[in-house]
C-alpha cells in the first residue's frame, strides 16, 4: 500500500496472497529434500536472497522496461540479440543452460536445481540491467534491440521456471 497507494484494495489483497504462498511454496523448493531447513516467515517473504519475492520482483522490472518503453515483450522473443558486453555475455550464457538444468532437474527430481538456476537468472539479470542501459537516450537502435530481447527471454524463462514449481508470476508489485 505504501509504494503503490493507488492500488484497489483488492489489487493488494491479491498480490499479498500471491506473495504469501509463492513465498512458502519456493522455500520448500529451493532447499535439498534431504536437508533440514529453518521455517522463517521472514526470510521467505524477504525481497533479496534465494526467495520468491526476490524472482517476482525481477520478472516484474523487467515488465516495467517494456511498459516505460511503450512496448510488449512478445514483440522481442526470437529477436536477434549481439553480444558485445560482460554482463550480456554472462546472462546469454545462463540463458543457454535453461534446458540443461531442466533436465537434471527433472531425472534427479531435485527442484532445487532449477530454483538455484532462477535464483542465478535474476542476479545476473540485475548485474545486466545495471551496467548495460537498455532505454537511456545514447544507447543506439541496434543495442536497445539487442537487450530489449535478452530482456524479453530472460522474462520468460523466469516465467516458465516459475511457473514449472507452481509459482503465477505477478505483472507488477
Same mark, same amino acid.
Given at each position: 500500500?505504501?509504494?503503490?497507494?493507488?492500488? $484497489?484494495?483488492?489489487?493488494?489483497?491479491?498480490?499479498? &496472497?500471491?506473495?504469501? +504462498?509463492?513465498? =512458502?511454496?519456493?522455500? #520448500? *523448493?529451493?532447499?535439498?529434500?534431504?536437508?533440514?531447513?529453518?521455517?522463517?516467515? #521472514?526470510?521467505?517473504?524477504?525481497? !533479496?536472497?534465494?526467495? /520468491?519475492?526476490? @524472482?517476482?520482483?525481477?520478472?516484474?522490472?523487467?515488465?516495467?522496461?517494456?511498459?516505460?518503453? %511503450?512496448? &510488449?515483450?512478445? !514483440?522481442? @522473443?526470437? /529477436?536477434?540479440?549481439?553480444?558485445?558486453?560482460? !554482463?550480456?555475455?554472462? @546472462?546469454? +550464457?545462463?540463458?543457454?543452460?535453461?534446458?540443461?538444468?531442466?533436465?537434471?532437474?527433472?531425472?534427479?527430481?531435485?527442484?532445487?536445481?532449477?530454483?538455484?538456476?532462477?535464483?542465478?537468472?535474476?542476479?545476473?539479470? =540485475? &548485474?545486466?540491467?545495471?551496467?548495460?542501459?537498455?532505454?537511456?537516450?545514447? +544507447?543506439?537502435?541496434?543495442?536497445? /534491440?539487442?537487450? *530489449? /530481447?535478452?530482456? $524479453?527471454?530472460?522474462?520468460?524463462?523466469?516465467?516458465?521456471?516459475?511457473?514449472?514449481? %507452481?509459482?503465477?508470476?505477478?505483472?507488477? =508489485?
Amino acid at each position: 500500500r505504501e509504494r503503490n497507494p493507488e492500488w $484497489a484494495s483488492e489489487e493488494v489483497t491479491a498480490l499479498a &496472497k500471491t506473495l504469501g +504462498v509463492s513465498s =512458502m511454496k519456493y522455500a #520448500d *523448493l529451493s532447499k535439498n529434500r534431504l536437508s533440514d531447513y529453518i521455517f522463517s516467515f #521472514d526470510k521467505m517473504l524477504a525481497f !533479496d536472497g534465494n526467495t /520468491a519475492p526476490y @524472482l517476482l520482483y525481477a520478472y516484474t522490472r523487467i515488465n516495467s522496461i517494456f511498459n516505460k518503453a %511503450g512496448l &510488449k515483450r512478445e !514483440d522481442y @522473443l526470437g /529477436a536477434t540479440i549481439v553480444i558485445n558486453e560482460f !554482463d550480456e555475455h554472462r @546472462l546469454a +550464457v545462463h540463458i543457454a543452460k535453461f534446458a540443461e538444468k531442466l533436465l537434471q532437474t527433472a531425472k534427479e527430481n531435485y527442484p532445487h536445481y532449477l530454483c538455484g538456476y532462477i535464483y542465478e537468472l535474476a542476479g545476473l539479470f =540485475m &548485474k545486466f540491467y545495471e551496467s548495460c542501459p537498455i532505454l537511456r537516450s545514447d +544507447v543506439s537502435d541496434d543495442i536497445r /534491440a539487442s537487450r *530489449l /530481447a535478452l530482456a $524479453a527471454l530472460t522474462g520468460e524463462t523466469l516465467k516458465l521456471s516459475l511457473g514449472l514449481l %507452481g509459482i503465477p508470476v505477478v505483472e507488477r =508489485m
